[in-house]
T-cell receptor, first 115, second 109 residues
Framework: GAVVSQHPSWVICKSGTSVKIECRSL??????MFWYRQFPKQSLMLMAT?????????EQGVEKDKFLINHASLTLSTLTVTSAHPEDSSFYIC???????????FGPGTRLTVL | GQSLEQPSEVTAVEGAIVQINCTYQ??????LSWYQQHDGGAPTFLSY????GLEETGRFSSFLSRSDSYGYLLLQELQMKDSASYFC??????????FGTGTRLTVIP
């Protein structure tokens, strides 16, 4: 199946700093990628849909100025958490839809801890 | 709004059969997917039902009834490694996938 990678797999940062998370599709081109957030023992919540070459579409309640998404190429989307605070600590997962089959492949996730 | 409901926890014995139900209420419906997620890991795709009926893939089967807005995942011959969280997810559009609350399955010896 298709492979999606994320980097870093975990990050610890101080409150007020910014953190960038990369999501790459390794063996296919993804015109659309998705960013999810998952708090412990909870479901995956869609944050935004990232479209190559255009602005991301954010879900209601997600601050676009705080969670900056850039989809500069068909294989790379980045999520930057700006001015991170402890409440932003979570598991961030990206995914990409493979053309044709009705399934999404997920990256391994990035665990963010803000001190 | 969108809502997908699943039982929060299920416990079953190794070798047994377990069914995880999912009821949904969404604006738009393309199909129902099931994902498995082990602690600390990424969700992995298990199955997708666009039409009514049962889809079988090895030990796992998934069922959908569109008229009842209901589906289930059936796991047979349970193994210890099946202990994980299972999420149903509804595709409401070409690029929209909304996840259920998740069911934590614990398989005991």
């Amino acid at each position: 199946g298709a492979v999606v990678s994320q980097h870093p797999s975990w990050v610890i940062c101080k409150s007020g700093t910014s953190v960038k998370i990369e999501c790459r599709s390794l063996d296919f081109q993804a015109t659309t990628m998705f960013w999810y957030r998952q708090f412990p023992k909870q479901s995956l919540m869609l944050m935004a849909t990232s479209n190559e070459g255009s602005k991301a579409t954010y879900e209601q309640g997600v601050e676009k100025d705080k969670f900056l998404i850039n989809h500069a190429s068909l294989t790379l989307s980045t999520l930057t958490v700006t001015s991170a605070h402890p409440e932003d600590s979570s598991f961030y997962i990206c995914s990409a839809r493979v053309p044709g089959p009705n399934e999404q492949f997920f990256g391994p996730g990035t665990r963010l801890t803000v001190l | 709004g969108q809502s997908l409901e699943q039982p929060s926890e299920v416990t079953a014995v190794e070798g047994a059969i377990v069914q995880i139900n999912c009821t949904y209420q969404t604006s738009g419906f393309y199909g129902l997917s099931w994902y498995q997620q082990h602690d600390g890991g990424a969700p992995t795709f298990l199955s997708y039902n666009a039409l009514d009926g049962l889809e079988e893939t090895g030990r796992f089967s998934s069922f959908l009834s569109r008229s009842d807005s209901y589906g289930y995942l059936l796991l047979q011959e349970l193994q210890m490694k099946d202990s994980a969280s299972y999420f149903c997810a509804v595709r409401t559009g070409a690029n929209n996938l909304f996840f259920g609350t998740g069911t934590r399955l614990t398989v005991i010896p």
